[in-house]
């Protein structure tokens, strides 16, 4: 049956990237939650998907130029604090695993550095559209599980993902094709869709025969899913 990934937790219902929105991803029963990590000033992992803190707490500036002590005494949503990749991880711990995406430069060796402290290589998927960060992931540990990102795949995105030494391919769904299953499946790649987030769309990425769906909405998936076993 087709993985489910709670995209930011479960985004559509829940403050994005929070530790509000993991857990309720994981009460709803995804197999995987994704979250996105960022470096601050002081070069704190900080769980945040855009560049700035503009969109989804109370405050301005860009991650990369704010503390983390500036970072976590902003509101995230409904009193959430921006989390540390350790939260997450120490989250989802033993309940599903975690696809961490690499935003930004120089995330790789640190994000491995607190995976491995942490003990969890075996819980954890590092994925990017940066597949230069893969081969960081690939390079300081080939067991590592890695995923590349595309939102416009292009014909050659299996190849390169396959120089990178990636496990899997996530593609923007409106943009997957039968044809790139296809291909991703006979060089040993497994494929997910991002961003489904209606009944129509599952059912068209499950008829290409994607291995997951990274969607903000496990809600509805997860119940369509039982449903129809």
């Known amino acids: 049956m087709v993985q489910v990934v709670g995209h930011r937790g479960a985004a559509a219902l829940e403050p994005e990237n929070t530790l509000r929105s993991f857990r309720r991803a994981i009460e709803l029963g995804v197999d995987y939650v994704e979250c996105d990590v960022r470096l ?3 070069r704190r992992l900080v769980v945040m998907h855009d560049e700035t803190v503009d969109r989804t707490t109370n405050g301005r500036g860009t991650v990369r130029e704010l503390t983390f002590d500036e970072v976590r005494a902003l509101d995230a949503g409904k009193g959430e604090r921006v989390p540390t990749l350790e939260e997450v991880l120490e989250t989802v711990r033993g309940k599903v695993l975690l696809q961490i995406e690499l935003k930004g430069p120089r995330t790789a060796a640190p994000t491995i550095g607190t995976v491995r402290t942490m003990g969890m290589t075996r819980e954890v998927m590092f994925v990017s559209f ?3 960060r893969l081969r960081q992931v690939k390079r300081a540990d080939p067991s590592l599980p890695t995923a590349s ?34 291909e991703a499946h006979r ?6 869709a991002w961003s489904p987030d209606e009944g129509a769309e599952w059912r ?15 809600d509805g998936l ?8």
Request: overall charge positive.
């Open 130 to 132: 940066d597949l230069g």
């Open 40 to 42: 601050t000033k002081d």
């Open 222 to 229: 997860v119940a369509m899913l039982r449903r129809e076993r």
């Open 187 to 192: 060089l040993g790649l497994k494929v997910a």
């Open 149 to 182: 990102l595309f939102g416009r795949p292009g014909s050659a995105a299996c190849p390169r993902s396959i120089a990178v030494g990636a496990d899997a391919i996530s593609v923007f769904y409106k943009n997957l094709t039968w044809g790139l299953v296809e």
């Open 204 to 218: 068209a990425m499950i008829a290409l025969g994607v291995d997951a769906l990274a969607t903000n909405r496990p």
